[in-house]
């Protein structure tokens, strides 16, 4: 990634853990571009057809690449999104995953109404880590954190810490 002046951030966990409302508190406190990924896969077509199974459209990640590229080369974005294995490794200068206590999770996942097949499905990722590791195999294990996202005592402590981050990284990068 050539120089940017305003960091790129991705925040990813399972379903349910929070990651739009911090990502969206974010980017208006900080004055950066949220990325919703599902968002851009489904104003620009980006699927490469459906989980019957789990009740869900299947992401073509090619096509999220070349959409997202020309956006992220210019830096300033908060990305938010359950995955992050198949994004550019360079894309990111630092990488939160949110996790959630599994009674507090179920309990998101009913009220949005998902089958008990694929709320079974979230549990198991968040109870064996799924998406945290492979946050860490993708990417260099120093920008990648951990961060509990139970209440909105957690979420405002979490988007303090974030931006806290943020200004560790603009006075570091300025110049």
Not at 77 to 93: K, R, T
Request: contains cysteine; aromatic residues 6%.
């Amino acid at each position: 990634m050539p120089d940017r002046k305003s960091p790129n951030i991705l925040i990813t966990g399972t379903p349910g853990t929070g990651k739009t409302e911090l990502s969206s508190k974010l980017a208006a406190a900080a004055g950066l571009r949220h990325l919703n990924v599902g968002q851009i896969a489904e104003e620009n077509n980006c699927y490469d057809g459906e989980d019957e199974v789990l009740e869900c459209k299947v992401l073509d990640e090619d096509k999220v690449i070349e959409c997202m590229t020309p956006i992220m080369e210019k830096g300033g974005n908060v990305v938010d999104y359950h995955g992050s294995d198949f994004f550019d490794e360079d894309w990111f200068d630092i990488i939160f995953c949110l996790r959630t206590d599994t009674a507090v999770l179920a309990g998101r996942l009913e009220e949005r109404q998902y089958s008990e097949i694929k709320i079974k499905n979230n549990l198991e990722s968040e109870i064996f880590q799924i998406l945290l590791e492979e946050a860490r195999e993708s990417y260099e294990p120093d920008i990648v954190h951990e961060l509990q996202s139970d209440s909105i005592a957690d979420q405002e402590s979490n988007l303090n810490r974030i931006q806290c981050w943020m200004k560790n990284w603009l006075t570091d990068n300025s110049g």
